[in-house]
């Protein structure tokens, strides 16, 4: 399913806006493009490998692509994780060098933070800059509780439908696929 958008720049950084810009959902994370654009997009193809693999093994629960014109510009997945409740993995996320800044990888993860509260999901834990997921809600004091061997500053959690999550502390653990990191 195609969602059509207009993706709308903040105003401080560009006029511009991309017309037409489209976000689809449950685009196969097989996909080669998709693929290609995580080659292009990382400095080694472990992200590629991660998102063939979590597809292979069937953890890949939300891949959203952004295209213009029907090229692949953006992609992000959502993978399920082992947690004490409907938990997501957000990972990797990337758009292609042209395009950023222009708040494609936001519309991604706004988006599928939509679906995944729309389908039950009761959390996403995402590692990455606070600065940026923060934007969406992100929390690291949320994540502070639980034991997961990525567990770092770096790990935030947002709770789905709610202020905060079913359980405050308990074991999670990513999908077997991000062992190859
Ligand atoms: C990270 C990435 C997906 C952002 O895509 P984007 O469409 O440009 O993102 P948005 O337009 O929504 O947001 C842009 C903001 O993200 C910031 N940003 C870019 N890369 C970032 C990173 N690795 N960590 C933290 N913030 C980052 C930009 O500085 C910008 O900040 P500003 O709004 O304060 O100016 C893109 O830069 C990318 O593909 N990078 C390579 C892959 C990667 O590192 N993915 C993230 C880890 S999975």
């Given at each position: 399913?195609?969602?059509?958008t207009?993706?709308?720049?903040?105003?401080?950084?560009?006029?511009?806006?991309?017309?037409?810009?489209?976000?689809h959902?449950?685009?196969?994370?097989?996909?080669?493009?998709?693929?290609?654009?995580?080659?292009?997009?990382?400095?080694?193809?472990?992200?590629?490998?991660?998102?063939?693999?979590?597809?292979?093994?069937?953890?890949?629960?939300?891949?959203?692509?952004?295209?213009?014109?029907?090229?692949?510009?953006?992609?992000?997945?959502?993978?399920?994780?082992?947690?004490?409740?409907?938990?997501?993995?957000?990972?990797?996320?990337?758009v292609?060098?042209?395009?950023?800044?222009?708040?494609?990888?936001?519309?991604?993860?706004?988006?599928?933070?939509?679906?995944?509260?729309?389908?039950?999901?009761?959390?996403?834990?995402?590692?990455?800059?606070?600065?940026?997921?923060?934007?969406?809600?992100?929390?690291?004091?949320?994540?502070?509780?639980?034991?997961?061997?990525?567990?770092?500053?770096?790990?935030?959690?947002?709770?789905?439908?709610?202020?905060?999550?079913?359980?405050?502390?308990?074991?999670?653990?990513?999908?077997?696929?991000?062992?190859?990191?």
């Amino acid at each position: 399913m195609a969602i059509k958008t207009k993706a709308l720049f903040p105003p401080v950084r560009s006029f511009l806006y991309i017309e037409e810009m489209k976000v689809h959902d449950n685009h196969p994370a097989k996909d080669p493009q998709v693929l290609s654009l995580h080659r292009l997009c990382f400095p080694t193809d472990s992200e590629a490998r991660l998102v063939e693999q979590l597809h292979l093994d069937g953890d890949a629960s939300l891949s959203l692509a952004a295209t213009v014109s029907e090229t692949l510009i953006g992609h992000v997945l959502f993978s399920q994780m082992k947690a004490p409740f409907r938990a997501l993995a957000l990972a990797p996320v990337a758009v292609t060098p042209e395009y950023r800044c222009r708040g494609i990888a936001a519309k991604l993860i706004e988006t599928g933070i939509h679906k995944a509260t729309k389908e039950g999901w009761q959390g996403v834990f995402v590692l990455g800059d606070p600065n940026y997921y923060g934007r969406f809600g992100f929390k690291r004091e949320l994540a502070r509780g639980f034991k997961c061997r990525f567990q770092s500053d770096y790990l935030m959690a947002l709770a789905l439908g709610s202020d905060t999550l079913p359980v405050s502390d308990g074991n999670i653990e990513y999908a077997s696929a991000f062992s190859l990191f």
